[in-house]
């Protein structure tokens, strides 16, 4: 059963060139507030908080980039915070896929994320299904649904939030091999990832960023990755397509700014980050930590690719059903 297309299909590409000189006539008068939807230690804090360094470090800005966590709510706080700075020249936030499904779950939330300021897809995130390494007994993917049947709902899998982007790939798997588990939401991918050494929970479908250090140490494995390739950082680890399951599915990482912005500090922020997408230090860490950063759409491009995908989650939810991915 085909559960989700490629997040990247039909979506129109722009290629960017980086500036050597960023827009002058408009620069940030105080310090710009950088909003992350999820807690510390996740992917969305670390590439904020890389991404406000190289700031600092090649001074792009007249003023600094604080990083703020609003991880309540599944990402509902950030949103409700970047709805209400509507008209704000001095905030941008780095979202995930929760600026889609959170809106769309939480109706009451009163946002919906297409009226946004979209500045720049700065990558697309990739997902892999990880395991501790002490279960010597789960080799693959086989062995993983095996003993997950056997456990059934005592089965702990861990997520970052509750109808975010972990939720809803747990939820397509539980369709696609006939199982149900234990959903247990955290606030931030990188407390998952010390909850799974930890052995609070058996299983996660971590970013690559959020696993990397315990995987380089040899403490957890990964057993299959949801991409259409194999990642250069894992030409071992099978994609779920290879081994006949049709789970794809990505995470977007993007700046957007509150509905509203003035097209001159828009023009700042497409610049800025335009010249940290084709940065060797970004691009360096694409390759490393496992996203995929071909394109750095903005603009109208990006607008189009967020109501594209918005749409394409409205689908998935349905298809699982809003119930299966929240937990409620």
């Known amino acids: 059963m085909k559960l989700l297309t490629s997040m990247l299909a039909g979506t129109a590409a722009l290629a960017v060139t980086a500036t050597a000189t960023l827009a002058a006539d408009w620069q940030p008068r105080k310090p710009v507030e950088f909003i992350i939807m999820a807690g510390t230690g996740g992917g969305a804090d670390q590439i904020t908080r890389l991404l406000q360094g190289l700031i600092e470090q090649k001074g792009l800005s007249s003023r600094p980039f604080i990083p703020i966590n609003k991880p309540g709510g599944s990402g509902a706080e950030a949103l409700r915070y970047l709805q209400d700075k509507a008209g704000d020249d001095h905030t941008v936030m780095m979202t995930l896929n929760s600026f889609y499904t959170t809106p769309i779950i939480q109706e009451d939330l009163g946002v919906d994320p297409r009226e946004f300021t979209p500045i720049g897809l700065m990558a697309m995130d990739t997902f892999l299904l990880w395991v501790h390494e002490n279960m010597g007994d789960i080799t693959d ?188």
Request: proline share 4%; net charge negative; glycine share 12%.
């Open 141 to 328: 993917l086989d062995s993983y649904v095996a003993a997950v049947k056997s456990k059934g709902l005592d089965w702990k899998v861990g997520g970052t939030g509750s109808g975010q982007e972990d939720s809803v790939l747990t939820a397509m798997m539980e369709a696609a091999f006939d199982y149900e588990v234990t959903y247990i939401p955290f606030p931030g991918g990188g407390t998952v990832a010390k909850n799974l050494i930890g052995g609070q929970i058996d299983s996660t479908v971590n970013n690559p960023s959020e696993q990397m250090a315990f995987y380089e140490a040899g403490d957890s494995k990964p057993l299959v990755q949801f991409t259409g390739e194999r990642m250069a950082a894992f030409p071992d680890v099978p994609t779920a397509k290879e081994l006949g399951v049709d789970i794809e599915y990505y995470m977007q990482r993007s700046v957007n700014g509150p509905p509203g912005m003035s097209a001159e500090a828009v023009e700042f922020y497409t610049e800025l980050f335009g010249e940290l997408f084709a940065s060797q230090e970004w691009q360096d860490f694409c390759i490393s930590d496992g996203l995929t950063c071909d394109d750095f759409l903005n603009g109208a491009e990006l607008g189009e690719f967020h109501a594209t995908q918005y749409v394409a989650h409205q689908a998935l939810i349905e298809q699982v059903g809003a119930t299966a991915i929240t937990g409620e």
